[in-house]
């Protein structure tokens, strides 16, 4: 690998052990794999697991650099995650729930109370994030838990349910209404010690027994007249709505980790040698998953590091990678599921049940931090000017440049100019016209037919989307184009990646000859025929070419353990 | 005996009390267990009975009763369904345990299920699965409305219920038509996860059940052989029970099998948002009749 800070996801991933020793017929040693397994029938939480990251230091990522953390650059974050998620995803939720926790800190807080936090992340406390209330979910504006002014400070009233690390967080933020009217500016953000909370003034809630992540530590909170000091108030009063919606930016955008970890578990237990390969049909099945999982990767990658290129833009980012991420893993995970028969759902199968497990693991990711409706809902309300300029094609050349430059340092993230509407859309997207044009997109005539035809695909969108007038309760057909946004977004992301990058990597397999860019792009033009409603394109010649030269090179990639993505590491 | 007959000893699944609803089946799966009282009454039933024709002494006087009686065990737990219903064979040697179908081991001889009838068993699940995404619409309030009132769940309801229909219509011998009928189930159950959200991944409460059908079914449908035919649309459906169908039910039914078969949708954007909101209607109209929503529409308790 020729990238600086590839080291820290490889120290990582040794650290979490062998797999093939661990999952051998006989192992005896308790490793992380077999922690896995166990903890998910008995539902325990990854105690173990979350030491062995804190050994490493994760925890240290989740708080920025001028409070002495380690998070200066999303894009190595997002790659620990996932080196993580590829094995265990519920651990990796686990354990980084302190950044979602902790990110209206960084947002809004005075100096004393962030430091206050970030001696307590880098001691390995756990973070909580209390949003969600039982009947409200991601309704922020109507929720329902009261701080009322009290003595100086606030007394808070009422349940947050679910919270992930309800139980075990040292620190909570919380979400709590301070005017009575329900609107933008009736909460605020607060952050509270849970030790420092009167006795008898909340009561913890049980643990919520889920379908998937069953180890989490999901529960919640009852405050019944708890006083909390006036210094626990984070930003201005009325501002906690804003504060919990740029802290989603970022915890949305990061959260696509989750998914690529899943589909690349999904993607090596099936592609590993075994009977199940010799099925009429079975290469192109694992072709077509490692073509929609490399789309999903450099989405996900052009995501996390727009968050320090292209701050501004998140509302729109951080969006469409929330619903784009999880949404093409799903499908990953559905067609190897259905190629892997029986043994999919075993729960001695391959990898001590892997697969059933990620399966139920990722099925949550579509839905916490905001689910996808939500989220292709937030879309719509900018669709106006997204449409406007997807069709003028104007971006930020720079920002984008460096949202693209895998593997460079970024510039340090200034979360002042995080912004609830994107002022410029997505430079991504609307960056498409110049990188179909560029010239390592033009140098093969194959991948330039393919750019112009996604480009094509963008115009006709940006039309449709000019369409949709404005509703708060946007009609089912903006929502496809939503989704249809979201793949376009990743097919240019694809695009952007190879320009970027495309000939210092021309030895590895996966470069060679845009293979796997080709195939992203293949493999995306159907689902978005589809959302527009078109006929599914039949497959070219040269389609089922490259699908053919991607399966043996995934084959072969997965039985020695390399790097099944283009942006990937071996296991 | 009948699947009304069935259906009055099973009582209202939703009841927390009976022995033999949801709870206790849940229960029952959390414990990896078959539902004792549930087989009790199967066999109390003689279910055995239904498959022996009249003439022979048994209760079997066609298909179309046979698969009403057996979708009212698939709807309620199709592990029921494959112990008891003749559908497949139990094994208990040594077999695997799936995450889904808990409490059965599944022999690495597959169980006989029965391709044919099959993909028609498992509207019984969609039907419940569909009944609890209704539930869940009308219960809860979000952004000062009914969950109901959204249009995007509305619409993806209507598309979940033309799923079940179009799967209800199905020509169980057509090529490639059971595939395609596993794809939709499927595909039906992810639309109401999305309109459930978080309370599709509860083990407890109202929603409960939902996953633990979408466990069950996914484990049956892997249990039959994967086979690569590309369908013939014009084959798809019996033209008995398209027939029967009012028109924006079959043209919605046609709308979802072109769409999947990657062909042109047979209609417009406006259109589409026209029959999604009949459909939706209807199919409210059936949870609040407490109605099936197959083509039989009949009455069941709760």
């Known amino acids: ?571 | 005996m009948s699947a009304d007959k069935l259906d009055e000893m099973f009582g209202d699944p939703w009841d927390d009390g009976n022995p033999v609803g949801y709870a206790a089946l849940l229960e029952a799966d959390e414990r990896a267990e078959l539902p004792t009282d549930a087989a009790r009454l199967l066999e109390d039933y003689d279910l055995g009975a239904e498959f022996v024709p009249a003439e022979r002494g048994g209760r079997f006087v066609g298909v179309d009763e046979l698969t009403a009686i057996l979708r009212t065990i698939w709807r309620r737990d199709p592990r029921l369904g494959i112990a008891y219903g003749h559908a497949g064979s139990r094994d208990t040697g040594t077999g695997r345990r799936l995450s889904g179908l808990r409490g059965l081991e599944i022999g690495d001889a597959e169980p006989a299920l029965d391709a044919v009838f099959l993909p028609s068993l498992l509207v019984g699940p969609l039907d419940t699965a569909l009944r609890t995404g209704l539930a869940n619409s009308f219960d809860r309030r979000l952004y000062g409305a009914t969950v109901a009132d959204i249009p995007f769940v509305r619409a993806t309801i209507a598309r979940a219920y033309a799923d079940l229909l179009a799967i209800d219509a199905l020509a169980p011998e057509a090529p490639g038509a059971e595939r395609l009928a596993y794809r939709m189930l499927l595909e039906a159950f992810s639309c109401i996860r999305e309109v459930l959200g978080a309370r599709a991944l509860l083990r407890s409460g109202p929603t409960a059940i939902f996953q633990k059908l979408a466990r069950d079914v996914a484990a049956v449908i892997s249990l039959r052989p994967r086979k690569h035919v590309d369908p013939e649309i014009r084959e798809l459906l019996r033209p008995e029970h398209a027939a029967k169908l009012a028109e924006p039910e079959l043209l919605a039914v046609r709308d979802r099998l072109t769409r999947r078969l990657g062909e042109a949708p047979v209609l417009t954007p406006a259109e589409r948002e026209d029959v999604d909101q009949q459909l939706f209607d209807t199919a409210a109209a059936r949870y609040h009749d407490r109605r099936l929503f197959d083509s039989t529409a009949r009455r069941i308790p709760g």
């Open chain 1, 1 to 571: 690998m020729n990238r600086v800070s590839a080291a820290p996801e490889a120290v990582l991933d040794a650290a979490l052990g062998d797999r093939a020793q661990a999952t051998a017929a006989g192992a005896t040693t308790m490793t992380t794999w077999r922690w896995s397994a166990d903890g998910d029938r008995a539902e325990a939480y990854p105690s173990e697991y979350s030491a062995r990251l804190d050994a490493f230091g994760l925890h240290r990522y989740y708080a920025p650099p001028e409070w002495g953390g380690a998070s200066d650059d999303h894009e190595v974050m997002l790659r620990l995650w996932r080196t993580v998620a590829r094995r265990d995803l519920a651990a990796t939720v686990a354990h980084g729930k302190t950044y979602l926790g902790t990110a209206p800190v960084w947002i809004a807080a005075q100096p004393e109370q962030a430091a206050t936090v970030a001696a307590a992340v880098l001691s390995g406390a756990p973070v909580g994030c209390a949003l969600s209330e039982p009947e409200h979910g991601a309704d922020l504006v109507n929720g329902s838990v009261t701080a009322t002014a009290h003595d100086g400070g606030f007394r808070l009233d009422g349940v947050k349910w679910p919270i992930n690390n309800g139980t075990r967080s040292t620190h909570l933020t919380v979400l709590a209404r301070t005017a009575d009217a329900s609107t933008a500016r009736s909460h605020s953000m607060f952050l509270i010690e849970r030790a420092a909370l009167p006795p008898g003034s909340w009561r913890q809630l049980p643990k919520v027994h889920t379908h998937g992540l069953r180890t989490l530590d999901l529960s919640g909170i009852e405050f019944s007249g708890a006083r909390i000091p006036a210094s626990a108030l984070l930003g201005a009063e009325g501002t906690g709505i804003e504060i919990a919606l740029k802290s989603l930016q970022l915890t949305r955008t990061m959260c696509a980790a989750m998914s690529l970890g899943a589909a690349e578990h999904a993607l090596r237990l099936v592609a590993e040698p075994g009977p199940r390969l010799d099925e009429p049909g079975a290469g192109h099945v694992v072709a077509r998953c490692a073509a929609l999982l490399a789309a999903a990767e450099a989405a996900t990658l052009v995501g996390a590091r727009s968050v320090h290129g292209l701050t501004g833009e998140l509302s729109v980012t951080s969006a469409v990678v929330k619903s784009v991420a999880p949404a093409l893993a799903d499908r990953v995970i559905r067609e190897l599921a259905e190629l892997l028969g029986p043994q999919a759902w075993s729960m001695d199968g391959p990898g001590l049940g892997a697969f059933q497990k990620l399966a139920r693991d990722h099925d949550v990711v579509s839905v916490f931090d905001g689910s996808t409706p939500v989220n292709r809902a937030s879309l719509i309300g900018q669709f106006p000017r997204l449409a406007r300029r997807l069709a003028s094609g104007e971006h930020d050349d720079d920002g984008l440049a460096e949202a693209a430059a895998i593997g460079a340092p970024p510039r340090r993230l200034d979360r002042a100019l995080l912004s609830l509407a994107s002022r410029t859309g997505c430079s991504v997207l609307q960056g498409l016209a110049d990188v179909a044009a560029s010239d390592p997109v033009r140098a093969d005539p194959g991948l330039a037919r393919q750019a112009a035809g996604l480009h094509a695909a963008a115009l006709q969108l940006s039309a449709l989307m000019s369409q949709v007038r404005p509703a708060p309760r946007p009609p089912m057909a903006a929502y496809e184009l939503a989704a249809a946004y979201e793949l376009c977004f990743a097919g240019a992301a694809c695009l952007h990646l190879w320009s970027a990058r495309g000939s210092s990597r021309v030895g590895e397999p996966l470069w060679q000859d845009g293979l796997w860019v080709r195939a992203a792009l293949y493999a995306l033009s159907g689902p978005l025929a589809e959302l527009l409603g078109e006929p599914r394109p039949a497959p070219s010649p040269d389609e089922r070419r490259i699908f053919g030269r991607l399966s043996t090179v995934i084959l072969a990639a997965a039985a020695d353990s390399g790097p099944v993505t283009p942006f990937g590491t071996a296991l």
